[in-house]
Structure formats: structure tokens, C-alpha cells
């Protein structure tokens, strides 16, 4: 066996410039590839060079001087290369005797190449830190997929840091929220290797959801072979929460044009009909009958203007323009006079009022808004109610609040709807054929708000329904002047 075997093949196959000098004069007995490369000579031309002519030693005040060297050593070098500009190398040199006497052999690596990648892979590095989205890789050789790369984008996103999440599989921003029809995607996504793009929810370390706009990739090797998954992580959140309003809006203005259609449809039917009778046979009738007709028109046109007062409220609100001009009012009296109202407009059905004020029952309130929260409170638990049953009206102050309560023994309502119960022209589904525009208890709930108060409510179906509206009490400074309660 040729004893300069194992030398010769590592000659060829290594990646760094390969010298190899006489001991004494210097020249180069052989150089391979990858020397022909550094020095944009070719290896026949290279035989019989001085090295020195080649390499120089690198002065770290600038300057290049001739080679000296020992048995051996390590350092950096220049290199005549095929360009005009010197190349920086790093140089491993010894003296080794081979069958044909000591030669030295010197290896050369082009640091200004290895400078080139490192600055690139720093670039990479630099850039993917700065990318606002998530990026994330995965090790997909092993079953888990475990995180071996997280970038600033993720850490800012998910509020875990690189430390907290490398080598866990990412499942955990999920949570317990697993049953996800897009996690199926994802799964099979990546036990098949395959691309793939979801959005899911997804949970910050803090527990705040966020909707992550998943995007993965497969990393193959020069094999074929699958060896890491790259994922791109969106927050979406905003996108979603835009996407979800504008599907509530159309589903509001399907529910306003239905509203509309059938709500104004039956009182002008009945104007309709009673102006028409009065046309055909007015002065053939009674005056009780014409009276009755004309009662008739009012009451529709009533009907129609507080629909009209109801549909301006709820487009005021939704762009904050509603207005609040607090004065100063009895309470006390103002509930009563609703309370007759109501047993005007509804004959037989009893509200029974149960007032709990101390002696002064004069407080600062919008007094239109007020009279949204009671009569609305009051019609519906008139409406839903029957005849027979009484309606609970109680009105009093505590712990410094103006509190109402109406409490009803009526339909209820469906425990699987009540989440939606003060969205505009919402309507129970069980009312059935009783008349509503689904606008009154949003109008509550944001006439409530208006004067910085809440509304709580506890309903049953079949059992009935009690709500409780809470405002500041805000007692009137000398000099403020009572409101009209009819205002």
C-alpha cells in the first residue's frame, strides 16, 4: 500500500487551498483544486513557484513582509489572488517527512469568504429579527417538532421569550382551545410534509387571545429529505375583529330593513284603512265612530314617530353623537306620570309602582334618557306579560345610586340568546307574533351608559325576567332649576 494514500485523498477532497513546499528552497512541489482556485493559477503553473511569492505575512499595522516560518504554526496570511485586492487567509503550516524527503504542508482558508458568509448569515440573522411577523423553525425529524428558532416578531406576539419556548412544540399557544378545525389542517399538514396555511386561535402568555394567521413550509435537504418546518406567524387579530364588525353591521341592516318593512307596514295599513272609511262613509257616521277612527290615526302615528325617535337613537349612538343634558328632576314624580302612561296606552295591564326615596327625590338627569330606560323597560315587560299578571316597578336611591328595577312574570328569555340581548333590532325567538323593533333594551343599555351607569338582568323562559338599571345620583346645586318631567 502506497504509504501517501491516506495524504493524497485528503489532498483532493478537502475544502481548503492545500500547499505543499520543498523544505529547502520553498517551491511548491504540488498545490491542489482549491489552491488553483485561491490563486487563479492553474496547479501546473503553480509547481516551481516560490511560495513567498504567493503568500505573505500579515502585518497588523498594514503592511505585507516575506513568510517566516517555523516546524509549524498557525496565522494569518495574504494571498496573491486572481483579483488585484490581496486575500486575508488563515494559514496551518508543518514539516512532515514524506517518502521522498521533509516537505512542508501548508493549508489555506479564504477568510474574506468565510468574513463574506458570516456577515451574510449575520445579515439573515439581523433581518429575521427584524421581521414584525413571527418566524419559527421547527425540527421535523424528531416527532415533536420541537422549536429550535423563534425570532423578535414571535417573542413580541406571544409575549414568551426564545428561552421559554425553544425545544416545546408550539401546541401550547393553543392553550386548552384545541377543538379547532384548522389544528386537523395543520396536523396533517405536517405529517404529510406538505405546505400549509391556517389561522387559528392562539393564547399570549399573558392569556389575551389573539388570531394567528399560520403560514408553514417544509425545509428539504440536497437529499430530498425532510429535516425542518419554517412557520410564519400574522397577527390577525385586528383583520378579524374589522371582518367580524362588518358581518355584525350587514346582519344589523337585515334585521332594520326586516324591522321596517313590518313594523311601519302595520300602522299605515291601519291609518290606510281608517282614512279611507272616513273618506267613504265620514259623514254617514256617528261622531263616536269618525272619533274612534281618528284615534285610530293618532295612535299609528304615534307608533310610528317613537319607531322613527327609536331607529335616530340607535344610528346616533353607534357614532357617539347622542346628546346628554342633565337637569334637574323629580323622580319620583316623573315614574308616576310614566306609570299612568303606560295604563293609558295598555288598558288593563297593572304596573304596580313601588317608590323607595327618602324625602327629596330631585336628581340631575338627562330626562329624555331617562324616559328611553323606564318606558322601554316597562312597555316590554308590559308586552311579554300576561294580561293577568302585574308588572314590578321599584324606584330608589342606594349608596348613593338612582336604582330601577322592573321585574316581570313573563315569556323569559332563551338562555342561549341572552349574550345577544342588547344588540340592536335583536328579538327573542320565542316573542312569536308579538309586535317589537328589538331596539328598546339597546336603547336602555346605552341610555344607561350615557349617564355612566350599567343594566344587569336574570330571566328564565317561562318564569319571567328582572332587570336593574344603576345610575349616579347626582344631587342638583342651588341654582339648578327643575325640569319639566313631561320634558
Request: glycine share 10%.
Amino acid at each position: 500500500m502506497n504509504p501517501d494514500l491516506p495524504f493524497d485523498l485528503l489532498f483532493e477532497l478537502t475544502g481548503d487551498a492545500v500547499f505543499v513546499t520543498d523544505a529547502g528552497s520553498g517551491r511548491v512541489l504540488e498545490a491542489n483544486e482549491q489552491a488553483s482556485g485561491l490563486t487563479g493559477r492553474t496547479r501546473e503553473n503553480l509547481k516551481g513557484t516560490e511560495l513567498n511569492e504567493l503568500v505573505f505575512a500579515s502585518d497588523p499595522m498594514g503592511g505585507n513582509g516575506p513568510l517566516a516560518y517555523g516546524e509549524k504554526g498557525r496565522g494569518e496570511v495574504v494571498v496573491n489572488g486572481p483579483g488585484s485586492a490581496p486575500l486575508p487567509c488563515e494559514a496551518t503550516w508543518c514539516r512532515v517527512m514524506r517518502s521522498g524527503g521533509p516537505v512542508y504542508v501548508w493549508v489555506l482558508r479564504d477568510l474574506f469568504s468565510l468574513r463574506r458568509a458570516n456577515d451574510q448569515i449575520a445579515l439573515k440573522d439581523t433581518a429575521m429579527a427584524c421581521v414584525a411577523s413571527g418566524v419559527t423553525i421547527s425540527d421535523a425529524r424528531d416527532p415533536e417538532h420541537p422549536l429550535i428558532y423563534v425570532n423578535r416578531g414571535f417573542e413580541e406576539i406571544t409575549g414568551f421569550s426564545a428561552g421559554e419556548v425553544l425545544g416545546r412544540n408550539c401546541r401550547f399557544l393553543q392553550g386548552g382551545d384545541r377543538d379547532q378545525e384548522d389544528l386537523n389542517r395543520l396536523r396533517r399538514a405536517l405529517a404529510l410534509g406538505q405546505a400549509c396555511q391556517v389561522r387559528l386561535r392562539n393564547y399570549r402568555k399573558d392569556g389575551g387571545l389573539f388570531w394567528n394567521e399560520l403560514h408553514i413550509s417544509p425545509v428539504r435537504n440536497e437529499r430530498g429529505d425532510l429535516t425542518h418546518f419554517v412557520g410564519i406567524q400574522i397577527d390577525v387579530t385586528e383583520r378579524v375583529r374589522a371582518r367580524e364588525q362588518l358581518e355584525r353591521s350587514e346582519q344589523i341592516k337585515t334585521r332594520f330593513i326586516r324591522m321596517v318593512s313590518h313594523e311601519f307596514r302595520t300602522p299605515m295599513t291601519g291609518i290606510r284603512a281608517s282614512a279611507a272609511f272616513l273618506k267613504e262613509y265620514g259623514d254617514a257616521v256617528s261622531p263616536e265612530k269618525r272619533r274612534r277612527h281618528f284615534l285610530n290615526i293618532e295612535r299609528a302615528l304615534e307608533r310610528m314617530n317613537r319607531l322613527l325617535d327609536d331607529v335616530l337613537f340607535s344610528s346616533r349612538s353607534e357614532v357617539g353623537k347622542v346628546p346628554f343634558e342633565p337637569a334637574a328632576v323629580d323622580l319620583k314624580v316623573f315614574c308616576e306620570e310614566l306609570v299612568d302612561e303606560l295604563h293609558t296606552v295598555h288598558g288593563n295591564q297593572r304596573v304596580v309602582f313601588e317608590p323607595t326615596f327618602p324625602r327629596e327625590s330631585t336628581f340631575l338627569v338627562d330626562a329624555a334618557l331617562l324616559n328611553q330606560i323606564i318606558y322601554n323597560l316597562l312597555s316590554n315587560a308590559v308586552k311579554y306579560s300576561p294580561e293577568s299578571e302585574a308588572v314590578r316597578f321599584q324606584a330608589g336611591v342606594d349608596d348613593g345610586r338612582i336604582v330601577l328595577v322592573v321585574e316581570d312574570s313573563g315569556i323569559g328569555i332563551p338562555g342561549e340568546e341572552q349574550d345577544s340581548l342588547f344588540e340592536p333590532f335583536h328579538r327573542g325567538s320565542n316573542v312569536g307574533a308579538i309586535k317589537g323593533t328589538g331596539l328598546g333594551l339597546y336603547i336602555v343599555k346605552r341610555s344607561a351608559e350615557i349617564h355612566g351607569g350599567a343594566i344587569r338582568f336574570s330571566s328564565a323562559v317561562g318564569l319571567g325576567s328582572r332587570f336593574k338599571v344603576v345610575i349616579p345620583a347626582e344631587v342638583p346645586q342651588s341654582g339648578q332649576h327643575e325640569q319639566d318631567p313631561c320634558h
